[in-house]
C-alpha cells in the first residue's frame, strides 16, 4: 500500500493569490497525478507528474496556472495561481503502483475556497 | 476512449433498504481496472473495491457485493440492509489507456434516512 500525506487539508484564499498543495508519499512512486473535484462534480484529472520530467496537463489545464514540481520520487507540489472563486474546488493528489496489480492511493484531499 | 457512466445522480432510500448503484464503462483495452470508491462529505476518497478486467467473480464484502459483467460492461454495487452511515456520493473508475490515468464516473450520491 501507500499512505499519502497532503497539506492543507484546507484553506480560504483570497484571489490574485496562489495556493501551493504538498503531496508526500511513503514509498517511491513513478508516476503522481493531480485532480480538482468541483463542488457537486466528479474528479477531474489535472496533470499527470513524472520525476526528471514536466508534467503532463490536460485539456484545459496550462502550466501557467497549475505548475507542478515534482523533485523526486515520494514528493510533488502543485500551485494553482492567480485565483479566483471559480478556483474554488477540493484539490486530490494519487498515486498508483504498478506491481501486479494496479493500486491507486488518494490523498485526503484540500478543500479551497477562494473569496 | 475510456468512459464511465453511472446514471443514477441521487438515490434515496430509508435505512435496511437494499439498495444497487449501477456502472457502466467503456474502454477499448482488454487490460483494465475498476474501483469503486466512497466519498462522505468529508472530502476523502475512500476505496472500496479493485476488480481486474481478467477476473469477473462476483464478491462479497459484509454487506457490500460487486457484480462484475464484462459482456454488458457494468460494475454494479449493491448495499445490503443500508445504514444511515452509507449516506456519502459513490464514485465508479476505470484505469485504462497507455497512462493508466483515472476516469472517473460523475458519481451517485447516497442518501439512507433513518
Known amino acids: 500500500s501507500a499512505v499519502i500525506s497532503q497539506k492543507p487539508s484546507r484553506d480560504i484564499c483570497q484571489r490574485g493569490t496562489s495556493l501551493t498543495i504538498q503531496c508526500q508519499v511513503d514509498s517511491q512512486v513513478t508516476m503522481m497525478f493531480w485532480y480538482r473535484q468541483q463542488p457537486g462534480q466528479s474528479l477531474t484529472l489535472i496533470a499527470t507528474?513524472?520525476?526528471?520530467?514536466?508534467?503532463?496537463?490536460e485539456s484545459g489545464f496550462v502550466i501557467d496556472k497549475f505548475p507542478i514540481s515534482r523533485p523526486n520520487l515520494t514528493f510533488s507540489t502543485l500551485t494553482v495561481s492567480n485565483l479566483s472563486p471559480e478556483d474554488s474546488s477540493i484539490y486530490l493528489c494519487?498515486?498508483?503502483?504498478?506491481?501486479?496489480?494496479?493500486?491507486?492511493?488518494f490523498g485526503q484531499g484540500t478543500r479551497l475556497t477562494v473569496v | 476512449a475510456q468512459k464511465v457512466t453511472q446514471a443514477q445522480t441521487e438515490i434515496s432510500v430509508v435505512e435496511k433498504e437494499d439498495v444497487t448503484l449501477d456502472c457502466v464503462y467503456e474502454?477499448?483495452?482488454?487490460?483494465?481496472?475498476l474501483f469503486w470508491y466512497k466519498q462522505p462529505p468529508s472530502g476523502e476518497l475512500v476505496f472500496l473495491i479493485r476488480r481486474n478486467s481478467f477476473d469477473e467473480q462476483n464478491e462479497i464484502s459484509g454487506r457490500y457485493s460487486w457484480n462484475f459483467q464484462k459482456s454488458t460492461s457494468s460494475f454494479n454495487f449493491t448495499i445490503t440492509a443500508s445504514q444511515v452511515v452509507d449516506s456519502a456520493v459513490y464514485f465508479c473508475?476505470?484505469?485504462?489507456?497507455?497512462?493508466?490515468?483515472?476516469?472517473f464516473g460523475s458519481g451517485t450520491k447516497l442518501n439512507v434516512k433513518p
Open positions: 494519487s498515486v498508483e503502483k504498478l506491481t501486479g496489480n494496479t493500486e491507486a492511493f
Open positions: 507528474a513524472n520525476q526528471g520530467s514536466e508534467a503532463t496537463y
Open positions: 473508475a476505470l484505469i485504462g489507456g497507455a497512462f493508466n490515468k483515472f476516469y
Open positions: 474502454t477499448r483495452d482488454t487490460t483494465y481496472y
